[in-house]
């Protein structure tokens, strides 16, 4: 079987077909054209197994827990922990703004969420302090991304049910990633801050006040204990924590009067929406992963692979460049589902961890959220904030280039993403 999939594949999408009906087109179109209608059944049974998952069901509860911590106002009583810590940083309002994002990450693990929620209000807030918008919509944009690599995270419950890799041993291996792209982005903060002369956002808190602010937010600020601590501990499965999320989320915010009863339907609305698009692009892409392996693809791009280069870190670098290029046009999901099938048994020839190249992959594609021309993360604070994207981009550069340090990092230092997966026995 040939690959012209791929052909019609990259056609269809640059002519605006939505990725998911894309990944079931271009097989299908190849197929008839091959005169191979008897893989026709196969496409469709992996549409519909691709979907029937037990392990797939967090994907919408964590989506759900997601919602109800963004409209239930608990985002305000983290920029207000935050504050108390540092807000008396130079440039403290972008401080609050990244260590914000560090923590709406434990309860979200989305970037869209992270920067639509926190760029609603700290944007207006750091223009008013003496901020650019531009600046106030880059650092938002910069530090979203955080969302979907301090678990839980959507991408990568995505790559596990894809790749076959367990989703206890990627959230272990992202807490460390995410901690270090939020230090990382404080630290450049800091040096554009006292450049630019950005001023403190408040006086340094008293102790007393810091454990006010966070005896306000102890409850949201338990979740991702409470998360964390059950799927790595055992006690439950990744797909009964995000159960165990979405109705903690909504015991807290019932029982703080933050939402009403009269709220949940649409609540729940929204949430089946946005989880019918994801489950469906799910299930487009195990069908045409079924199609990939099918073609023989990944054995061709491995021995083309081997042409280039027989050193897995050259290896790596290259495929880091591809996935920038990649996270420039797709969004993260989509290219998780499309290049995972065909990358992860190659870097398995070369002696590369699957888990260490699943979150180097995750982390990867994430910050290609962020850069242009169709960084989904871009357009969000573009609309938020009102500042165009190529602005917004521009300012981005100098966290661009923090990011790309981490991407590097956590690649060629396996011990930053393999320490705790192995601590806690989900590698060896």
Known sequence: MGISFFWILL??????MPVAFALLFAPGLSLFLEGKEMFYLLLTQRLYNGIDSFPLMAIPFFMLAGEVMNRSGITLS???VSQAFIGHLRGGLAQINILSSMLFAGLSGSAVADCSALGKMLIPAMEKNGYS????????????VIGP?????GIMILYAFVMNVSVGGLFAAGIIPGILVGVSLMIMTWFLARRRGYKVASEKATWKER?????????PLLTPVILLGGILSGVFTPTEAAAVAAAYALLVSLLSRTMTMSSLPSLFYATAKSSAVILFLVGSAVAFSAVISLSGAPQKIASIMVTLTENPLLLLLIINILLLFVGMFLDAGPAILILGPILGPI?????IDPLHFAIVMCVNLTIGLTTPPMGLVLFVASSVSGERVETISREMLPYLAVHILVILLITYIPALTMTLPRLLGFAS
């Not at 454990?211 to 409850?219: D, E, M, Y």
């Open 11 to 16: 056609s269809v999408m640059f002519l605006g």
């Open 78 to 80: 983290l920029v207000q």
């Open 133 to 144: 918008r531009r600046f106030a919509a880059a650092v938002t944009a910069a530090s979203s």
């Open 149 to 153: 690599i301090i678990p839980p995270s």
């Open 211 to 219: 454990g006010t602010a966070v005896k306000q937010a102890f409850w």
């Open 347 to 351: 870097v398995t020839q070369f002696g």
